[in-house]
């Protein structure tokens, strides 16, 4: 199904990988804070969710450039479609929220 060149395999990819990659970024970084050992100071590592959704959503790049890689046209518009469609929310969600 992955090696199909349609625009919903690229949406529905598009849509997942940046969902799971923000649960398995603020994850890493929470497991990091939480280990003493890497903080002497007794400082914790701070990730702010914004940062943490940015770059999940930048995870896009990868399947983006693997369906470019492919050549698989329909693909790319529909990781791109679900890119704007994040970087929309985002932009929405965090502008509502900073004032």
Known sequence: MLE???ILVGIIMGLCIPFVGFAT???FFEQ???MEFLNPQMRT???RE???AILAICLNLIPFNVYKKWRFDQTMRGVL???FVY???WVWYFATTMG
Do not use: E, P, Q
Request: aromatic share 20%.
């Open 4 to 6: 199909k060149d349609s």
């Open 25 to 27: 970024i603020k994850m």
């Open 32 to 34: 990091l804070g939480n």
């Open 45 to 47: 590592i701070f990730f």
């Open 50 to 52: 914004r940062t943490i």
């Open 81 to 83: 479609f679900a890119t």
């Open 87 to 89: 970087v929309f929310a």
